[in-house]
């Protein structure tokens, strides 16, 4: 009764916390456009995961059912510094290509490595003794991982569809 009730408030939460990252997120960017793609890769992201959860048997439990809440806190972190540090990029070069190239070897690489360390960190949470503290553990680490797949591959073409290509264009 009590994961049910947890799984539930869950769900009901998911929604409402992804609403409410989005209205910081384009409040914060002034950008509705880099606001809405921006938080893209974070339901990735969760469609992901519990799609992985799915597929390799992992029952939901009162630790994996708040693995979700978990997506939104990494995913918006990784997506909000790459469409920053490309804004950026973008207000310096004056072009989106130049902008986007600058962004994928600099703060591309950062992530990598962030995203690197933190999944070797739950990957450890593999060994524990007990059953669900290993699942998650390994589900984390895959959620990390997804969360720099969506921010490094998904996040960079959609900021480059709704960019023009030259800046002098959007104003």
Not at 108 to 115: E, K, P, T
């Amino acid at each position: 009764a009590s994961l049910d009730a947890t799984t539930n408030g869950l769900q009901r939460a998911f929604p409402i916390a992804l609403v409410a990252c989005m209205v910081l997120v384009v409040v914060a960017m002034r950008s509705v456009r880099f606001g809405l793609v921006t938080i893209v890769p974070i339901v990735l992201v969760v469609a992901w995961l519990y799609a992985v959860m799915n597929v390799f048997g992992f029952g939901l439990n009162f630790i994996t059912a708040t693995i979700a809440a978990i997506s939104i806190g990494v995913g918006i972190d990784y997506s909000v510094h790459f469409t920053e540090r490309f804004r950026q990029e973008l207000n310096i070069t004056g072009e989106r290509e130049r902008a986007m190239r600058r962004t994928v070897t600099g703060t591309g690489a950062a992530l990598i490595a962030s995203s690197a360390t933190s999944i070797i960190g739950f990957v450890v949470m593999a060994f524990a003794p007990m059953p669900m503290f290993a699942a998650y553990g390994i589900l984390t680490a895959i959620m990390i991982f997804l969360a720099a797949v969506a921010s490094l591959l998904v996040l960079p073409s959609l900021l480059y569809l709704v960019t023009p290509p030259n800046i002098a264009e959007d104003k």
